[in-house]
C-alpha cells in the first residue's frame, strides 16, 4: 500500500511508526470490511500523521482516515462528535486499536484547502470558523485542559534551547507566561487548538469546514496562534499588527492575544529562529 509523502517522511527511522505502516495494509482491509467501504487512493501529499483516502459506502461519497495514536489528536473523534458538522466536517463512525485511530468521515466538496486564498482573507474565514466552534463543553466531557498540553510543551520548550544561543531570561519569561495563561479566570471553551489554513477545506453543506483538530479546553485567545505561526512573513513584518487584527476579527483581548503569541514563539523559538525573533520584538506589546 501506498504511504502518502509526507506520512512516508515521518514514519522513517521510528520502529514503532514503520511498524505501524507496514500493519497499515491489513488495517485498512478490516476497516473496509467493517464499514463497508470501496476505498480509493491516499490523497497526497497527505496529512503528517495519518494514511487519508476517499472511500464509498452504499453510493455516499467519504474519507477513511487512519492515524497512529499521539496524545494532541486523541480526542478527535469526540470533537466532531460533538460539533455534529456545525463549522466542522461531520465524524460517521470512529474506532480504536492499540496504535490506532480510525475515522470515517464526511467528505468536503469539491475539498480545495483555504490556503489557496491569500492570507488576509484566511484571517476572516478563519476568525469566523473559529468563533462559531468556540462552546462550552458539555459537563464531564472527555476534553483535557489547555494547562496540560501547555505545561509539556514548555517542558520540552527550554529543553530546546540547550544548545542555542538566547536570552535566558526572555525563555523563562516566556515558558512561565505559556504556563500561567491557561490558568488565568477566563471562561474555557473547547478549542481546535491547530486550526490553520490546511486543516479547512471549501466544501457545498457550508462554505469551509474545519478537519483534523486537536481538542483542548480553554482559552479561546489561545486558537489564533497556529493561523498567525502559518503566516511566517506576514507575521515577521509586524506580529503586533497580526495579533491585533485576529483579536479584532475574533472579539477577543487584544493584549491577551499578543501574550499567547509571544507564549507559543518562545515554546517555537529553541527549534524555530525565526519564531524567537518574534518572540523578542514582541517583549515591549506584553
Not at 492515524?67 to 460539533?83: I, S
Amino acid at each position: 500500500m501506498r504511504l502518502p509523502e509526507r506520512v512516508a517522511a515521518n514514519v522513517r527511522g521510528v520502529p514503532a511508526l514503520e511498524q505501524w505502516a507496514a500493519d497499515l495494509p491489513s488495517t485498512v482491509r478490516a476497516l473496509a470490511d467493517r464499514w463497508h467501504l470501496q476505498v480509493g487512493e491516499p490523497f497526497e501529499p497527505g496529512g503528517e500523521c495519518s494514511w487519508v483516502a476517499p472511500v464509498v459506502r452504499s453510493g455516499e461519497q467519504l474519507v477513511l482516515k487512519v492515524g497512529w495514536w499521539h496524545a494532541e489528536a486523541e480526542h478527535e473523534a469526540e470533537a466532531l462528535r460533538f460539533w455534529d458538522g456545525d463549522g466542522a466536517v461531520r465524524l460517521v463512525d470512529a474506532t480504536a486499536s492499540a496504535g490506532t485511530l480510525a475515522l470515517l468521515l464526511e467528505r468536503c466538496q469539491p475539498g480545495a484547502p483555504l490556503k489557496d486564498l491569500p492570507e488576509p482573507e484566511q484571517d476572516t474565514i478563519v476568525a469566523g470558523l473559529l468563533r462559531g466552534l468556540w462552546r462550552t463543553p458539555p459537563p464531564g466531557s472527555v476534553f483535557r485542559p489547555l494547562a496540560q498540553m501547555c505545561d509539556e510543551w514548555a517542558a520540552k520548550a527550554r529543553s530546546s534551547y540547550e544548545d542555542r544561543e538566547a536570552d535566558r531570561g526572555l525563555v523563562s519569561e516566556g515558558v512561565a507566561l505559556f504556563r500561567q495563561l491557561p490558568l488565568d479566570d477566563v471562561e474555557p471553551m473547547l478549542l481546535c487548538t491547530d486550526l490553520h489554513a490546511q486543516n479547512v477545506l471549501s466544501a457545498e453543506r457550508e462554505p469551509w469546514l474545519v478537519i483534523d483538530p486537536k481538542p483542548y479546553v480553554g482559552d479561546p485567545a489561545y486558537d489564533v496562534t497556529q493561523h498567525m505561526l502559518n503566516c511566517p512573513e506576514r507575521l515577521a513584518a509586524d506580529p503586533v499588527g497580526l495579533a491585533v487584527r485576529m483579536a479584532d476579527l475574533t472579539g477577543l483581548d487584544a493584549r491577551r492575544v499578543i501574550q499567547w503569541l509571544f507564549g507559543r514563539c518562545i515554546q517555537e523559538g529553541g527549534l524555530n529562529a525565526r519564531a524567537y525573533g518574534i518572540a523578542r520584538r514582541l517583549t515591549a506589546s506584553i
